[in-house]
């Protein structure tokens, strides 16, 4: 599900070093199908040219707004100087007089010298502005105007887009731990090969991503992908099934939700050490079980709620039910081979008593699976 579709989207842009940013958030908003309106400040237009403004938002930079209309306003650089008036309802330009005069949600984007940003009536303003049930994103660590490294550097693009579509996205996982398990894993049978799968990670990390979009508190446990890490989510990276169980098993006994996702390998060689070489002749590699992380989880749950994933060939819905009891889950989805390395594929989804058919793209996967466990 595209939470920006047809949100009608007001962005203020205050006079910050960062403005160049807001340019292509308002790009990037747009092609996630939001109207964009932008309001800037007087200083803010000695910067950067409206006109420029005008182009990337598809209009002209707004005079008058309906406000009644507009969904969320982003103030994107935000500067001391804006969220000073905004906490202490100053209305003396239009971009403020437009915030104080709109129900809309605020998201606040600061940008600004880490000495400014750390000064006590600063961060009174913020805690101000939260009180009164402000969003803020940022600011990060790195690079300031100055040409210092510090806090205060205005939030990339990417994480801006996320603390918007988590404003949109349903609450209903707020205040929940969830931990996710993601990728495939590899067992070494020498010092230089390893066994794996085809698992690209992506439904993992599509049910980690929304699940932080609804407001949850994520733990994803990843095995080696070449997916960006998730925003705002800690990630603990393993390699093998055992480190993978590790890692389940710390986390495990303090998550309300356990998702499943990652292709653990089911076996592990006997490590040679060194390097076999080709001119060894035959050999034979030696297999072992390895830990069944989702049974040991069934086994141990004290209150969790688990959502199983088991990759079939054929016979998914059978098997995948026969799963869901076999390893104790409240949730099962049963996935197909094909779906392996793509961006989009199908699945069915269990509960107790009922199922549900999906298809599309992984990220709406996630989406419609979070939907149904929501629904019990």
């Known amino acids: 599900m595209n939470y920006l579709q047809n949100k009608k989207i007001l962005i203020g842009v205050t006079a910050g070093a960062a403005i160049y940013k807001t340019l292509d958030l308002i790009r990037r908003l747009k092609e996630n199908g939001a109207q964009v309106q932008v309001v800037m400040t007087e200083n803010a237009k000695d910067l950067i040219s409206e006109k420029l403004f005008s182009a990337i938002s598809g209009g002209k930079a707004m005079e008058h707004i309906e406000l009644q209309e507009v969904d969320l306003a982003v103030v994107a650089p935000a500067t001391a100087n804006f969220i000073g008036k905004a906490a202490n309802g100053i209305a003396d330009d239009f971009l403020t007089t437009t915030i104080l005069a709109s129900n809309a949600p605020l998201l606040v ?20 502005l939260l009180g009164v049930g402000a969003h803020f994103c940022g600011p990060v660590f790195g690079e300031l105007a100055c040409g210092s490294q510090g806090y205060g550097r205005m939030s990339e693009v990417s994480e801006i887009l996320a603390n918007i579509e988590r404003i949109f996205a349903p ?11 993601a990728g495939p894993t590899r067992e070494s049978w020498d010092d230089i090969r390893f066994l794996s799968n085809r698992s690209s990670g992506k439904m993992g990390y599509g049910m980690a991503k929304e699940a932080w979009l609804r407001g949850a508190e994520v733990t994803l446990i990843t095995g080696p992908t070449a997916l960006p890490k998730p925003y705002d989510t800690t990630v603990v990276e393993v390699e093998t099934a055992d480190k993978m169980f590790d890692a389940v098993s710390k986390h495990f006994p303090k998550c309300d939700y356990f998702v499943s996702a990652a292709a653990v390998s089911d076996f592990e060689p006997e490590k040679v050490k060194g390097k076999i070489k080709k001119d060894d002749g035959v050999f034979q590699i030696n297999l072992q079980r390895t830990v069944d992380i989702l049974r040991w989880c069934g086994d141990y749950k004290s209150g969790q709620t688990i959502i199983g994933f ?67």
């Open 109 to 128: 984007v600061p940008a600004m010298n880490e000495f400014m940003l750390n000064k006590p009536q600063v961060q009174l303003n913020i805690v101000k």
């Open 310 to 376: 088991a990759l079939e060939a054929d016979n998914s819905e059978e098997r995948g039910r026969a799963k869901m009891i076999e390893k104790k889950c409240d949730f099962m989805v049963a996935n197909l081979i094909s779906n392996m390395e793509f961006d989009s594929g199908k699945c069915i989804v269990f509960g107790k008593n009922n199922k549900m058919g999906i298809a599309g793209l992984k990220s709406e996967m996630a989406v419609k699976i979070w939907d149904f466990v929501s629904l019990g």
């Open 171 to 181: 609450n209903d996982l707020k205040g929940k731990k969830v931990l996710v398990t």
